[in-house]
Nanobody
Framework: QVQLVESGGGLVQAGDSLRLSCTAS????????VGWFRQAPGKEREFVGR????????YYENSVKGRFTISRDNAKNLAYLQINSLEPEDTAVYYC?????????????WGQGTQVTVSS
């Protein structure tokens, strides 16, 4: 089992960059793939990408490809979501999630989310 806590959100301006962190507690963090999701006001939760347990594989949705980068440091039990060239449309609550399966959008463990607000 793993517990997840996101951090790093805040109020930023369009064009800025932001790195969100996902801190995991529990055992064998490297056994879990980590996915990142976001939920904008009034919209359904959206999957944005994932990284494999050892960090060798990543996947991004087309809507964020090129601006979002997912990475992880298993020695520190951390995963990251780097967002560049932020746009007002990126305003959302961002969540990390963990699963023992890599190619899935169905995750077993979730963080509580961190708010990102982008002003124009």
């Amino acid at each position: 089992q793993v517990q997840l806590v996101e951090s790093g959100g805040g109020l930023v301006q369009a064009g800025d960059s932001l790195r969100l962190s996902c801190t995991a507690s529990g055992r064998a963090f490297g056994a879990y793939a980590v996915g990142w999701f976001r939920q904008a006001p009034g919209k359904e939760r959206e999957f944005v990408g994932r990284i494999s347990g050892l960090g060798f594989a990543t996947y991004y949705e087309n809507s964020v490809k090129g601006r979002f980068t997912i990475s992880r440091d298993n020695a520190k039990n951390l995963a990251y979501l780097q967002i560049n060239s932020l746009e007002p449309e990126d305003t959302a609550v961002y969540y990390c999630a963990a699963s023992l399966r890599y190619e899935t959008k169905d995750y077993d463990y979730w963080g509580q989310g961190t708010q990102v607000t982008v002003s124009s």
